[in-house]
């Protein structure tokens, strides 16, 4: 399976500033030690052409030249510099060639990612540009272009905040379905409409969240037939996550995953797997889950493999 990082684009952040920009060199480390399965590459930047259609020339312009006001940079939550344009270009990238890789092979990984609180025209909550909403323009443009219908896309946010970006971009877009399942006294304050969004109480466990996402999929299923998932499996509905709200346990995490792998699974869906949040009290246990994430992916992507083989095989039998 493949896995996409941009971890050596930095932001230089003042001190004390709370966005965790270590995680992604550790996850990264930890993959490359622990999941000899996962192959890594360095994420590709995105293409003006490809973040143009999803963002507002205006914006993009704004972002590559450093003339984002005060104000933009202040809903940002970064300051503007060199490196994080490159860097937010890059997670971009990689989410797209995450979603090329996984057409191929079934599953893989942006390192980063889960940007969802990025609207066409405007950044927000640490979310220059909407990584998911880019890769899902971008598989569209391109089947398009080969003459094959348009693929209509699932973005599943699991984050503990509501993809507020990705539901006010696709608002009137038929052919891809957001599902939002968030904490309802999270921040964004004020929610947009996705087409799917589950709202769950302050304190909610392990056994009430994994029921409402085996609701909200079945939903998901019922209403639309997705080519292609993108999967956005933030850490931060973890207990000891400081931004988060919620109470699930790192083993609730994990059915969390299995859930969205498995139903994926059972459709022959590819799945782009972005880690967006995940602002632990303990770094540690934030890479910890992220971890826990990429490992089922690969279980899943192996699984995948295996039971497509005897089908080679038997075409082989004949050649
Ligand atoms: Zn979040």
């Known amino acids: 399976m493949k896995a996409f990082y941009s971890d050596r684009f930095v932001l230089p952040l003042p001190a004390g500033h709370r966005f965790p920009m270590q995680k992604y060199r550790l996850l990264r480390e930890r993959v490359q030690a622990e999941l000899p399965n996962v192959v890594l590459d360095e994420a590709p930047i995105a293409a003006d052409f490809e973040l143009a259609r999803v963002h507002e020339a205006d914006y993009i312009e704004r972002v590559l030249t450093g003339a984002l006001d005060a104000r933009e940079q202040r809903e940002i939550g970064f300051p503007w510099s060199l490196e994080m344009v490159e860097r937010s270009r890059r997670s971009v990238g990689a989410t797209i060639a995450a979603c090329h890789a996984a057409c191929q092979g079934g599953f893989a990984v942006n390192l980063a990612g889960g940007t969802h609180h990025s609207y066409g025209s405007h950044g927000a909550g640490f979310c220059v540009f909407n990584d998911a909403a880019v890769a899902a323009r971008a598989l569209q443009a391109e ?15 699991l984050d503990v905040h509501q993809g507020n970006g990705t539901a006010a971009i696709f608002q009137n877009d038929p052919s891809v379905f957001t599902l939002s399942l968030h904490g309802t006294s999270n921040y964004p304050f004020s929610k947009e409409i996705s087409d799917l969004d589950v709202a769950l109480p302050d304190g909610c466990g392990d056994d009430a969240y994994i029921e409402a996402l085996s609701g909200a999929l079945s939903t998901m299923f019922e209403r639309f037939e997705p080519a292609v998932l993108i999967y956005l499996a933030g850490a931060d509905p973890h207990v000891d996550d400081r931004l988060g709200r919620l109470a699930l346990s790192v083993e609730g995490l994990a059915r969390r995953d299995s859930l969205v792998f498995s139903a994926a699974a059972g459709r022959d869906l590819p799945v782009a797997i972005t880690m967006a949040g995940g602002y632990g009290r303990d770094i540690d246990v934030t890479v910890d889950i992220h971890l826990q994430t990429i490992q089922l992916a690969a279980v899943a992507f192996g699984a995948r493999r295996d039971s497509s083989a005897p089908d080679t095989l038997r075409s082989a039998d004949f050649i």
């Open 143 to 157: 089947a398009r272009e080969r003459g094959e219908r348009t693929p209509p896309i699932a973005i599943v946010d």
